[in-house]
Each structure stands twice: as structure tokens, then as C-alpha cells.
């Protein structure tokens, strides 16, 4: 994670980083949902060895979320009196933003175009979102 550089007079409000423990535990609750979705498909099928599609789920997953990790939780997104700076170069301007609100352990902001962006794996989002909108007023 590296701090974004801010223009001349821009001045830093908050940071938004993942939470590690929240990243694995929404690994954790997909791996379960997927496998035991996976085991009932191939009970249905008759399948003679219906485990084997939750290990293999859970695997796939396991190493999914070992590969993806160090980009997922080195996202860091900044906002300052000025814009939402974002990870990979995503600017948005705060007269932009319309609303940001709690998504499934995220938070979804929505720009005045109907963008979507989701800053992931936030300790608290439903306290990051209210964080986030009182500072955009």
C-alpha cells in the first residue's frame, strides 16, 4: 500500500484499508457456500461421490484467495477534500459521488453517472460508509 500523491493544497480526510481477517473470513463463507452448493448439484446427478465437488470447491477457493491476497489487501483508497483516489489510478471527483453505502462487507459508492466502485474486505463498512458520507457533505 502507498499513499497516493496529493496535489498542491489537497489535504488528506481518511484512508480506507482491508481488514486481513475480514478477507478470509468472506473466503471462508464462499468456499462453504460454493462446496455445499457444488455436493447437493452432484447428489442430484447421483453422483457415487458427491464430497468430492466441496473439497474440490474449497480448494479452488483456497488457492484463489492464496493468489489473489497481496493485490486484495494492498488496495488502499484515500479520500481528500477533493477526490476518491482508489487503487490502479481510479480518480473520483467528490462532487461526483452520490452515495456510499454498506454491500455485503464492502462499500458501494455511486457516482452522479451511475458507477458503481467497491472499496472490499472493510472491518466495518456500515462505519467506513457513514464515515465516508459525512465527509462528502
Known amino acids: 500500500m502507498t499513499a497516493p500523491i496529493l496535489s498542491e493544497g489537497e489535504t488528506l480526510v481518511a484512508t480506507f484499508t482491508p481488514d486481513r481477517l475480514t478477507y478470509w473470513r468472506a ?16 447428489l442430484w446427478q447421483g453422483n457415487p461421490y458427491p464430497v468430492m465437488g466441496p473439497i ?3 480448494l479452488a477457493i483456497a488457492v484463489r484467495a492464496l493468489y489473489v491476497a497481496s493485490e486484495a489487501l494492498g488496495d488502499l483508497w484515500t479520500l481528500t477534500d477533493r477526490r476518491l483516489i482508489g487503487p490502479r489510478g481510479l480518480t473520483l471527483p467528490r462532487a461526483q459521488i452520490t452515495t456510499a453505502r454498506p454491500f455485503f462487507g464492502s462499500v458501494q459508492v455511486i457516482t452522479a453517472t451511475g458507477d458503481k466502485h467497491l472499496i472490499k ?3 466495518d463498512p456500515a462505519a467506513d460508509a457513514a464515515r465516508l458520507t459525512q465527509a462528502l457533505r
Open 56 to 58: 474440490g470447491a474449497a
Open 121 to 123: 474486505y472493510l472491518a
Open 27 to 42: 473466503h471462508l463463507i464462499m468456499a462453504i457456500a460454493l462446496g455445499a452448493a457444488v455436493g447437493l448439484v452432484l
